[in-house]
């Protein structure tokens, strides 16, 4: 999942003054009230909200919901903020603002404003501007300044800060960050501001003075260098946002003087591995394509459907309910692999086998293959591929841990784990591609301890990998997606896999906004692999 991208509009509605609104139902946007809503509302009792500045133990109703006010968290001439419940939801925070006062209308604006962006915000899930009430997801008990008075942060939360500076220089934006307006969020593994009222257009030192100063890299134990450099990651050295930090360090001193401690840093690493995207010819019998049964047996001198025996390769993974794979041996010949499966699997096999041997020949091996299309009843034969399995952690070199995370990525590769990565006779052969083509986003709130590393080659290592490694890499990438020619071969190779006209549009979209994405992908997985490697 992922909270990265273009703006796009939240489900939180903007509540207008004087309505209520619950669970981000927008004022307005149904429409009329249908015979339902009207009866309902005929015997729903009416809102009671507690006076200002309201005290623990004081409870209320809204939109027929009830919700009791805790322990004070924060108080302001214009409000105060509780912990408190709605209908059994807890660690919620409820704002009672001052009679009279416009400060509830300017955070609705500002609350309103972030709804429509990706940015991680307290979410709306009740308000009675009339009333001066305004609830809010979050948990109070965690604040930035909370969070500092307890000691060093953990890892997720020093990631998290770097993500949300990411998110909001992305977007040319600012906001209130102070030790009050933070909140960590255990369950989403983010910060969240809580106020929007000093959400506004501002520049990237705006942003990052705010993590920077008053202390808090000293007491929340990180070094400033590494949240730049997090921050880079996330951004990508090449990309405007980034430029946009640089530039703001012309003007101040001390962003400045990070940044060159950084450039420092930087040049005591190994220069970072770069791609090259070249082919190579596959197996003259199995040339990766798809053909119809007769030919597929005329290449192979066989039928391998009437191949009786074999030997079932996936007979330790009971799980593998939606394909069959087999090793069997004709009259004459190698033997070779039969895997049965629907459509959409083999068309992805066939696909991805062919951007490997045309664009990551260099790196890697695949097993070649003939494919027959035929709905559920579709097959595809490839070349036995051997060597072994490496479970300890896999041997790879700079070259083909950036390479492979560019392919997976790239095209949406979702099942790259140790069993599918075959070594020997100094190669390495990728087995599997069936669960591919999908959407790939950064996702920076993975849970520890869960074996996903496995599924992460490109960063599992007895020793950490420095993000910086992969910049070069996909920077080569892009570079080579965005060429006509490369979309030129990409439609051809996804017409000859069985794809039709719409569906290749669709997955050059998705090839796109994967690449857009990669740098601040692999940022996250380096974080991840970084953070299994303490535990």
């Given at each position: 999942g992922t909270e990265t991208g273009p703006e796009s509009e939240s489900e939180e509605s903007q509540t207008q003054t004087g309505r209520t609104a619950f669970?981000?139902?927008?004022?307005?946007?149904?429409?009329?009230?249908?015979?339902?809503?009207?009866?309902?509302?005929?015997?729903?009792?009416?809102?009671?909200?507690?006076?200002?500045?309201?005290?623990?133990g004081d409870s209320g109703r809204i939109d027929g919901r009830r919700f009791s006010v805790g322990s004070p968290a924060l108080k302001t001439a214009d409000w105060t903020l509780h912990e408190g419940s709605l209908e059994g939801h807890t660690n919620l925070g409820i704002r009672l603002f001052?009679?009279?006062?416009?400060?509830?209308?300017?955070?609705?604006?500002?609350?309103?404003?972030?709804?429509?962006?990706?940015?991680?915000?307290?979410?709306?899930?009740?308000?009675?501007?009339?009333?001066?009430?305004?609830?809010?997801?979050?948990m109070v008990s965690r604040s930035l300044r909370a969070e500092l008075a307890k000691g060093p942060f953990s890892e997720h939360q020093k990631n998290g800060l770097p993500e949300l500076a990411a998110k909001l220089i992305r977007q040319g934006r600012t906001a209130d960050l102070g030790p009050d307006n933070l909140f960590w969020d255990h369950w989403l593994g983010r910060w969240n501001i809580v106020s929007?009222?000093?959400?506004?257009?501002?520049?990237?030192?705006?942003?990052?003075?705010?993590?920077?100063?008053?202390?808090?890299?000293?007491?929340?134990?990180?070094?400033?260098?590494?949240?730049?450099?997090?921050?880079?990651?996330?951004?990508?050295?090449?990309?405007?946002?980034?430029?946009?930090?640089?530039?703001?360090?012309?003007?101040?001193?001390?962003?400045?003087?990070?940044?060159?401690?950084?450039?420092?840093?930087?040049?005591?690493?190994?220069?970072?591995?770069?791609?090259?995207?070249?082919?190579?010819?596959?197996?003259?019998?199995?040339?990766?394509?798809?053909v119809a049964p007769a030919e597929l047996s005329r290449r192979l001198g066989f039928d391998p459907l009437s191949v009786k025996g074999g030997v079932d390769l996936h007979?330790?993974?009971?799980?593998?309910?939606?394909?069959?794979?087999?090793?069997?041996?004709?009259?004459?010949?190698?033997?070779?692999?039969?895997?049965?499966?629907?459509?959409r699997i083999i068309r992805n096999e066939v696909f991805l086998r062919k951007v490997v041997r045309r664009w990551f020949a260099r790196y890697f091996e695949v097993p070649d293959a003939l494919a027959v299309l035929d709905g559920y009843g579709s097959y595809m034969v490839m070349t036995y591929a051997d060597g072994s399995t490496s479970w300890a952690g896999p041997v790879l070199s700079?070259?083909?841990?950036?390479?492979?995370?560019?392919?997976?990525?790239?095209?949406?590769?979702?099942?790259?784990?140790?069993?599918?990565?075959?070594?020997?006779?100094?190669?390495?052969?990728?087995?599997?591609?069936?669960?591919?083509?999908?959407?790939?986003?950064?996702?920076?709130?993975?849970?520890?301890?869960?074996?996903?590393?496995d599924e992460l080659p490109w960063v599992k290592s007895r020793e950490r990998v420095p993000a910086e490694d992969f910049a070069a890499g996909i920077q080569d990438w892009r570079e080579h997606l965005a060429r006509p020619e490369t979309r030129r071969e990409l439609e051809r190779m996804l017409a000859e896999s069985g794809f039709s006209p719409a569906e290749?549009?669709?997955?050059?979209?998705?090839?796109?906004?994967?690449?857009?994405?990669?740098?601040?992908?692999?940022?996250?997985?380096?974080?991840?692999?970084?953070?299994?490697?303490r535990q």
């Open positions: 669970d981000g139902t927008a004022p307005g946007g149904r429409g009329a009230d249908s015979l339902w809503d009207r009866v309902r509302n005929w015997f729903k009792p009416a809102d009671s909200i507690p006076a200002f500045p309201g005290r623990p001052k009679p009279g006062s416009a400060a509830l209308a300017a955070e609705l604006e500002g609350l309103g404003a972030l709804a429509r962006t990706d940015i991680p915000h307290a979410k709306v899930l009740a308000a009675a501007p009339g009333a001066g009430l305004l609830i809010q997801e979050g929007g009222v000093g959400f506004r257009p501002g520049g990237a030192w705006e942003v990052l003075s705010q993590m920077l100063g008053a202390g808090v890299p000293e007491r929340a134990g990180f070094d400033p260098l590494d949240l730049l450099a997090a921050l880079r990651g996330r951004l990508g050295p090449r990309s405007q946002a980034w430029a946009a930090v640089v530039s703001a360090a012309q003007r101040e001193p001390g962003l400045r003087s990070l940044l060159e401690g950084l450039a420092r840093r930087d040049a005591d690493r190994p220069a970072p591995p770069r791609l090259s995207f070249t082919g190579a010819a596959p197996d003259k019998t199995l040339d990766n394509s798809v007979a330790d993974d009971p799980g593998k309910l939606n394909t069959r794979i087999l090793r069997i041996q004709g009259r004459t010949g190698p033997p070779r692999v039969l895997k049965s499966a629907e459509a700079r070259e083909q841990r950036v390479a492979l995370a560019v392919l997976v990525h790239a095209f949406g590769v979702s099942d790259m784990n140790p069993g599918n990565l075959l070594f020997g006779k100094g190669r390495v052969t990728l087995l599997d591609f069936e669960q591919a083509l999908g959407r790939r986003t950064p996702v920076p709130t993975r849970l520890g301890s869960t074996g996903l590393i290749s549009a669709g997955l050059l979209a998705v090839f796109a906004a994967n690449t857009a994405d990669l740098q601040w992908t692999v940022q996250t997985d380096v974080e991840y692999a970084a953070n299994e490697l």
